[in-house]
């Protein structure tokens, strides 16, 4: 039965992609302790507890990504555009003490393709926190604010831009990366993707990866198109370069695998009043209480503690095997 489990979860993972996540978690060592333990009839293991969860086999989910800028207060007021792009930082701890206050689990992109290759559950109410550009406030003020909540996030780095001025140096990179921020790719020069050579899309796909990758020393799977910039032949160039999933600036909440490319998000713009934060949330994703195995804490690659995963695959129910897409659109 075990064994079919894992076969099952081997396929399933083959299937999707021919490139594999690096990071995501095994199930078949997770599952297999506490199930031999009770085998042998003994009491040592610890009680199940019940847990909210999204449960796995859903071939969309509503995740919101949230798109965030400059964390700060906006240094010139008649700079509209800047104004727009720059949660303050007490806005900013106001949204993640309210995210934490009600339920919700910061995921990463790790999390979201680990649960749509069949590799993983996801926590109750889901959410994606992205930071484009790789501005130095991103590590300054964001980065202190998360820690704070033992919050996950995803930082799109600009990878030419790293230690200008204004950016993330790359040590903060590394930093980050090491304590719970995913780095994703935006290009070498923050370039609109659509209105440039070939020769030049090639080289700011492919370079901005294998740039933060020397960087890093993994994988950077997730890319985001500058300005949300995309065309059919920019999709071909980002998948062809290795990535396994990118985002646009397109509102909607709903994801799936066969969208991975053209991924939504929800915008945060300046000045935002906390209800409005709120209400583009939009609706949860449904939830299911499981019985599992008393969670164990184990060390996050970044000193973050997450769960093991620890449920056997199994069918959803009918019933909420597809949200509907009637409420997809954010306006
Ligand atoms: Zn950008």
Request: charge should be negative.
């Amino acid at each position: 039965m075990l064994i079919a489990l894992a076969v099952a979860a081997i396929v399933q993972a083959a299937t999707f992609s021919d490139v594999a996540p690096v990071r995501a978690q095994p199930l078949v060592g997770s599952i297999t302790r506490p199930a031999v333990a009770a085998l042998r009839g003994r009491t040592t293991a610890p009680a199940p507890v019940s847990s909210e969860i999204v449960p796995p086999g859903r071939q969309s989910v509503r995740v919101p990504i949230l798109m965030y800028h400059y964390i700060r207060v906006n240094p010139d007021p008649r700079d509209k555009v800047g104004f727009n792009l720059s949660v303050t930082p007490a806005d900013f701890t106001q949204q993640m003490d309210w995210l934490a206050q009600h339920g919700y689990h910061p995921v990463d992109f790790d999390d979201l393709r680990g649960y749509l290759m069949g590799h993983a559950n996801l926590p109750s109410r889901p959410v994606v926190l992205t930071f484009d550009d790789g501005y130095r406030d991103m590590y300054t003020t964001a980065f202190p604010v998360l820690r704070a909540h033992g919050f996950k996030a995803v930082s799109y780095v600009v990878s030419g831009f790293v230690g200008s001025p204004s950016s993330v140096t790359v040590d903060q990179v590394q930093q980050m990366n090491a304590n719970g921020i995913e780095i994703g790719a935006h290009t070498v020069s923050h370039a609109d993707l659509t209105r440039i050579s070939p020769a030049e899309r090639h080289r700011e796909v492919f370079d901005s990866k294998a740039s933060l990758e020397a960087l890093l020393g993994h994988p950077v799977l997730d890319f985001c198109y500058p300005s949300g910039r995309v065309d059919d032949a920019v999709v071909r160039e980002v998948e062809a370069a290795g990535f396994e999933t990118a985002t646009t600036t397109q509102p909607g909440v709903l994801h799936s695998a066969g969208d991975r490319f053209t991924w939504t998000r929800v915008r945060v713009g300046g000045g935002e009043p906390l209800d409005q934060f709120v209400a583009n949330l939009g609706q949860s994703e449904p939830t299911e209480v499981v019985q599992q195995p008393r969670p164990r804490l184990t060390p996050d690659r970044g000193g973050l503690r997450q769960l093991p995963v620890t449920f056997p695959l199994r069918p959803p129910p009918a019933a909420l095997a597809e949200a509907p897409a009637t409420t997809e659109l954010i306006p």
